[in-house]
C-alpha cells in the first residue's frame, strides 16, 4: 500500500510532529502500536504487541530505552496529512535525550492510565514539554479497565495542565476506542513546523542507534534547508564530515527517500560505527554552503553514576571488555576504563547517567553476553580540594586523597515525588533521613500532593527508591534532575578485615552517617564471611580512627563424624564441591572470602530479596 | 551385610532401614531377606571367585532384631560360600534394648567374635532426645552380658553434642561406657541429617541445631577420658584399647580394601569399582528372586578420585598419611598445617593433632587443593 506520506519534501503545513509523554505501564507503547494499526502502516495480522520496543529488556520491563520515530499518513476529511510520531525513552535518567526528543516535536500527548494518575516521571516531562511551549494534548488511557476513575483523574489533569476536565481525551489504546479521534485532534491542535526551506541544512540529531549491519543509524528532526543522499555532511559540534549513504524516512520499518525537507523526521545512515560520532543533540548540516550557527541545546552526555563491575569469574574478564565495547557503540553516555580491586580482581570503573542506566547496562551485560558480574555499590563524582588547593575530582573512593582536605563537593538533584496525601509524613521523615531540603509541597487533587525537595544525588542512587516504595505501599512516584552541588562534609569509611582494607566495600558517606554504615557493614560481613582457621577481626575505620569491629570466631570443627564404606562416595563428591567452592574464593590477606559474601554485602536488602525470587 | 529392620525409627537416622508397619503389604520380612542375601551371596561368589572372607560385619538397621539364628544363617552361608579366614574377625551390631545373656551366647555359637552395641548416651533426657528406647543402664549391662558370653571384643557407640546434653552428661556417659570394660569406643558428634524428624524440629524451631564449639569441646573431653582410661584414637571417631581391638573390618574402608556389601542399599567396592543396591527391601529381594543384579548404580574410580580418597581416609588414622603419595605443593601445603599445629609430620608421614582431628576436612581440603592450583 502506498500513500501519502510515502514521499518527503512534504509541505510543513501538512506535517504535525508530536511525542507521546508518560508513565511506564501507562499504555505509550499500546497506544503506538494502535495507531500504527488505525493509520494503515502495519496491517493487523503482522502486527506484533508493542511494534515499537525493540529491544528485550524493553519489552520484559515494559518501558522504552531508546527512542524510536515513525511517519504516518491521517487523513481528516479530505486533507492528507503526515504525523511524525517520536517515541520518547521513560526514564528519569535519560531527562537529556527526552529533552531532545521534546525538540524535535511541536506537539505532546499526555498519556495517563485512567485507574492511576499522573506520576512524578510524567510531571517531570510535562513540564520538560511545556517549558518548550509543546502543545500539550491530555489523553486519560485504559478507559475501559474496571478501576478506572476519569472523572476524578480528568479533574487532576486539567489541574495540572490549565485546561477543562472536558478537554481531557478518553482513550483505550488496547481497543483503539478513541484514538482516531485522537489523532484527528493532533491534526487539529499541534501547530505546522516552521523553518526555512532555502536556508543552509540544519537538522537535529535526537537519536543515534547502533545496528549490526548498517552501522550507526541517526534519527534526525530538519529544521532549515533539505538533507539529500550522496551529500557530504558535517557534525557541527565536532566539525566531522562523512559520505550521506542513505535517508530515510520509518513506517514502521527503514525506507530510504530522496531526502528530507522542513519539518521532516527520518534517519540518515553514514558508514560510521559508534554513536559517539553521531551524538544526540547535536546538529547536521551539509558540507558544501553549511549553515554556521547550530541549533541550541546541545550538551555531552556526563556520567552522573559510577559503579565498579567485575566478572564473578575472573577469566571473563576480556569478555566483559568486548561486551562493554560493543555496548558503547550503541551507548554514547556509557564510559568505562579498566580498574583492579584487591577483593575483586580485574574489572571496569563504569560512568552510567543513573541507576536505571546502571540496572540496564548490567543486565544487558549478564544477559546478553552471558556474564556473571558483581557491581560495587555505586557512587556520586565528588570534587575535592585539599590543603593545598588541589582540586581533585573522584569518581572511585579508592582516589579518595589521604591528607585532609578543605573542602568536598557533592552533586546535588531537584527531587519530585508524587504520593496520596496519606504518606506526606512518612516521606518527609524518610527525605530528611536522606539529607533533603523541603522547597515546596503542592495538592495536585485533594488526595494526591507533589514534594519537592533538594538531596544529594548520592542519597538518591543507593535505595532510595526502594524505601520510598516501600514506605508508600509502592504508591509514590519519583523524578530528579540535576541541580548543582554543595558543600558537604564527607568522609570516607574503610573496611579492614585482619588489618587489610577490602576497597571494594569503601564508602563516601556523610559524617553523620559514617557510623551506621560502619556498624551495618561489619555485621553484615560477619555473617557472611565463614569461620577460619583463625579469629578474624573486621573494622571500620575513617582514616585511622576505628569506629566499629566485629569478630569471626576461629572455627575449631570442620570434620565428618562417620566415614564408612557407604559413605566414602558421597563424602568424595561433597569434597570435591567444597574444593571448587574454595578455589572460587577471594583471599584478603589469610582470609578466604566466596565471592557470594562480596555480591550479597553490596547488594541492598531489596534487591538481595530480588535476587532471592 | 546391611539389615535393613528397626523396631521404630530415630528421629536423627537417615540410614536404609525400615519398620515393621512401613514395610507391611511389601512382602518384606526378616525371611524374605535372608533368603535375598543368600542369593546375592552365591552371585558374589561366582563374581569374586575363591577368595577367603578376612572380616564380617553386619550392620543396619537393627540385626539384633532379627534374632541370633538368622545371624547365624547368614554368617553359616558366608561360610560355605566363601570360607572364612583363619582369625576372621566377625562383628555384628546390637541395639542393648533388643539383646539377653541368650541372644549373645548364640552369636558366640555361630562363630561371631565381636558385638558394637548402639549406646548414644546414659543421660536420659540425651536419649529421649535421639529417641531411643533403651534405659540409660541398658547398654552398659548388655556389653557386660557380651563379654560374659565369650564375645572377645566389645564396641560402644556414643553420639555427642546433642542438644540439650551438659558436659556433665557427656562425662557420665563415657564414665558408663569406662565402667563396661569395653576395648573399643566409637563416637560421633550428632548430625542433623536432611530430610529426618529431627530436620524438622530443627527447622521448625522445636530444637536448637547442635553447635560445633560445644562438639570440638566435647570431643576432646572424650579423647582427654577415654586416653586416660587407655583407649587410643585410631581414627577420627574411634578409640581402641589396643591395636588388637581396633575394628579391622572398618580399617578395611579406610585403607582400599576390597569388599562386598551384601543386602538392599549396601555399598561395595572391588579394585576401583563402587556400586551400590537398590534401596528397597521388597525392590531388592525381588530382583535377586529373578536371578537378577540388585545393583541400582555404579562408579568407576578414576585415579584422581582414587588419589582424593585415599588421602581423605587415610588422613583420619592415627597411622597418618604417608607422604609419598603427595605431590611438592601438597608436601609444601603439609609443613604449613604442620606449621599451624594441624598435621605432625613424623616417620615420612603426616598425622592429625588433635587440633588437626577437628579440622580434618579442611586439612583434606587444602592439601589437594594445593596440588590442584599449583602453577603447572
Known amino acids: 500500500m502506498t500513500t501519502y506520506a510515502d514521499r518527503t519534501f512534504t509541505p510543513p503545513e501538512r506535517i504535525r510532529n508530536f511525542c507521546i509523554i508518560a508513565h511506564i505501564d501507562h499504555g505509550k507503547s499500546t497506544l503506538a502500536d494502535r495507531m500504527l494499526q488505525i493509520t494503515g502502516v502495519v496491517e493487523e495480522r503482522a502486527m506484533r504487541a508493542q511494534y515499537l520496543d525493540r529491544m528485550d529488556i524493553e519489552r520484559e520491563r515494559g518501558i522504552t530505552i531508546k527512542a524510536q520515530n515513525v511517519r504516518l499518513p491521517w487523513k481528516v476529511g479530505d486533507e492528507e496529512y503526515v504525523l511524525h510520531l517520536i517515541d520518547t525513552p521513560g526514564h528519569v535518567d535519560f531527562t537529556y535525550e527526552v529533552s531532545r526528543a521534546l525538540e524535535a516535536c511541536e506537539g505532546a500527548i499526555l498519556l495517563v492510565d485512567a485507574a492511576q494518575g499522573i506520576e512524578a516521571q510524567t510531571l517531570a516531562n510535562l513540564y520538560l514539554a511545556l517549558e518548550k511551549d509543546l502543545t500539550i494534548i491530555p489523553v486519560l488511557n485504559k478507559i475501559d479497565l474496571p478501576a478506572a476513575d476519569p472523572d476524578r483523574y480528568a479533574a487532576e489533569i486539567a489541574h495540572i495542565v490549565g485546561c477543562e476536565p472536558e478537554d481531557v481525551l478518553r482513550v483505550s489504546a488496547k481497543t483503539g476506542m478513541g484514538v482516531e479521534a485522537l489523532l484527528d485532534e493532533a491534526v487539529k491542535q499541534i501547530p505546522a513546523p516552521q523553518g526555512d526551506a532555502d536556508a543552509p541544512a540544519r537538522a537535529m540529531i535526537f537519536d543515534s542507534v547502533y545496528d549490526t549491519y548498517r552501522g550507526v543509524v541517526t534519527y534526525i528532526r530538519v529544521v532549515d534547508g533539505r538533507i539529500v543522499p550522496r551529500e557530504r555532511i558535517k557534525m557541527m559540534s565536532t566539525g566531522a564530515t562523512h559520505e550521506l549513504l542513505e535517508v530515510g524516512i520509518v513506517s514502521p520499518e527503514p525506507k530510504p527517500t530522496e531526502g528530507l525537507g522542513v519539518g521532516e523526521v527520518g534517519y540518515l545512515i553514514t558508514g560510521v560505527k559508534d554513536v559517539r560520532q553521531s551524538k544526540v543533540g547535536d546538529t547536521v548540516t551539509s558540507q558544501r554552503r553549511g549553515a554556521t550557527e547550530p541549533l541550541t541545546g546541545y550538551r555531552e552526555p556526563r556520567p552522573m553514576v559510577y559503579s565498579g563491575l567485575y566478572p564473578v569469574d575472573g577469566s571473563q574478564y576480556p569478555d566483559l571488555r568486548e561486551a562493554l565495547d560493543k555496548l558503547q557503540l550503541n551507548d554514547a553516555a556509557l564510559t568505562y576504563e579498566p580498574e583492579t580491586s584487591a577483593a575483586l580482581g580485574f574489572g571496569f570503573r563504569c560512568g552510567f547517567l543513573g541507576l536505571l542506566h546502571l540496572e540496564i547496562t548490567r543486565e544487558r551485560l549478564e544477559r546478553e553476553f552471558d556474564l556473571d558480574l558483581i557491581s560495587t555499590a555505586p557512587n556520586v563524582v565528588y570534587q575535592v580540594t585539599t590543603d593545598d588547593g588541589t582540586e581533585i575530582t573522584v569518581t572511585n573512593p579508592s582516589d579518595w586523597p589521604e591528607g585532609k582536605v578543605s573542602e568536598i563537593r557533592e552533586p546535588i538533584v531537584k527531587v519530585t515525588i508524587l504520593a496520596p496525601s496519606e504518606f506526606v509524613g512518612t516521606i518527609m521523615e524518610l527525605c530528611q533521613a536522606r539529607r533533603g531540603q523541603l522547597g515546596g509541597m503542592d495538592y495536585l487533587s485533594e488526595s494526591r500532593v507533589e514534594l519537592r525537595y533538594t538531596m544529594p544525588l548520592a542519597e538518591i542512587i543507593f535505595d532510595f527508591f526502594d524505601a520510598l516504595k516501600s514506605r508508600t505501599r509502592g504508591y509514590a512516584s519519583l523524578d530528579y534532575e540535576e541541580a548543582g552541588e554543595q558543600v558537604s562534609d564527607l568522609v570516607k569509611v574503610d573496611i579492614l578485615l585482619q588489618g587489610e582494607p577490602v576497597d571494594a566495600f569503601s564508602a563516601i558517606v556523610h559524617k553523620d552517617s559514617a557510623y551506621g554504615y560502619g556498624t551495618s557493614m561489619a555485621s553484615k560481613l560477619r555473617e557472611l564471611i565463614p569461620r577460619q582457621q583463625f579469629e578474624v577481626p573486621i573494622q571500620a575505620a575513617v582514616g585511622s580512627r576505628i569506629i566499629a569491629r566485629e569478630t569471626i570466631r576461629a572455627i575449631r570443627k570442620d570434620v565428618l563424624a562417620k566415614c564408612y564404606g557407604g559413605d566414602i562416595s558421597r563424602k568424595r563428591k561433597l569434597l570435591e564441591k567444597q574444593k571448587e567452592g574454595k578455589k572460587r574464593m577471594k583471599t584478603i590477606g589469610r582470609v578466604d572470602v566466596p565471592q557470594e559474601a562480596f555480591v550479597a554485602a553490596l547488594s541492598t536488602e531489596s534487591s538481595a530479596d530480588k535476587a532471592k525470587k | ?376
Open chain 2, 1 to 376: 551385610m546391611h539389615v535393613p529392620f528397626c523396631a521404630s525409627r530415630c528421629g536423627y537416622c537417615d540410614f536404609n532401614t525400615y519398620t515393621a508397619s512401613e514395610l507391611q503389604g511389601s512382602g518384606s520380612s526378616p525371611d524374605t531377606w535372608l533368603e535375598a542375601v543368600r542369593r546375592e551371596l552365591t552371585r558374589a561368589r561366582a563374581t569374586v571367585g575363591d577368595r577367603a572372607v578376612d572380616t564380617v560385619f553386619v550392620g543396619g538397621g537393627t540385626p539384633s532384631l532379627i534374632g541370633a539364628e538368622r545371624l547365624g544363617a547368614v554368617l553359616a552361608t558366608i561360610r560355605s560360600e566363601f570360607g572364612l579366614a583363619p582369625g576372621a574377625e566377625v562383628t555384628t551390631e546390637s541395639n542393648p534394648e533388643s539383646t539377653s545373656p541368650e541372644f549373645f551366647a548364640g552369636l558366640v555359637e555361630a562363630g561371631y567374635t565381636r558385638v558394637s552395641l548402639g549406646m548414644q548416651s546414659a543421660a536420659p533426657h540425651v536419649l529421649r532426645i535421639l529417641d531411643r528406647r533403651h534405659t540409660p543402664g541398658r547398654a552398659v549391662d548388655a556389653a557386660r552380658e557380651a563379654r560374659a558370653a565369650g564375645i572377645a571384643h566389645v564396641n560402644l557407640d556414643l553420639i555427642y553434642a546433642t542438644p540439650g546434653e551438659t558436659t556433665a552428661d557427656l562425662r557420665g556417659s563415657v564414665e558408663a561406657v569406662l565402667s563396661a570394660g569395653v576395648d573399643h569406643v566409637s563416637a560421633y558428634s550428632l548430625i542433623v541429617e536432611d530430610g529426618t524428624a529431627m530436620a524438622r524440629k530443627v527447622a521448625r524451631g522445636e530444637l536448637p541445631a547442635p553447635d560445633d564449639d560445644v562438639a570440638a569441646e566435647r570431643y576432646e573431653l572424650i579423647d582427654d577420658l577415654l586416653s586416660a582410661a587407655g583407649l587410643q584414637w585410631y581414627e577420627v571417631s574411634n578409640w581402641a584399647s589396643s591395636a588388637g581391638a581396633r575394628c579391622r573390618h572398618n580399617l578395611g574402608y579406610w585403607l582400599d580394601g576390597d569388599w562386598w556389601g551384601v543386602g538392599p542399599g549396601a555399598h561395595s567396592h572391588l579394585a576401583g569399582r563402587r556400586w551400590w543396591n537398590v534401596k528397597h527391601p521388597a525392590r531388592y529381594a525381588a530382583a535377586l528372586a529373578e536371578s537378577a543384579d540388585p545393583e541400582a548404580d555404579h562408579e568407576v574410580l578414576t585415579p584422581t578420585e582414587q588419589h582424593t580418597e585415599r588421602v581423605m581416609l587415610r588422613l583420619r588414622l592415627a597411622e597418618g598419611l604417608d607422604l609419598d603419595l603427595l605431590d611438592a605443593p601438597a608436601r609444601a601445603e603439609a609443613d604449613r598445617a604442620a606449621a599451624a599445629d594441624l598435621l605432625e609430620l613424623r616417620g615420612g608421614r603426616a598425622i592429625l593433632t588433635r587440633r588437626g582431628r577437628l579440622l580434618a576436612d579442611r586439612v583434606v581440603q587444602d592439601l589437594l587443593l594445593a596440588s590442584e592450583t599449583a602453577p603447572a
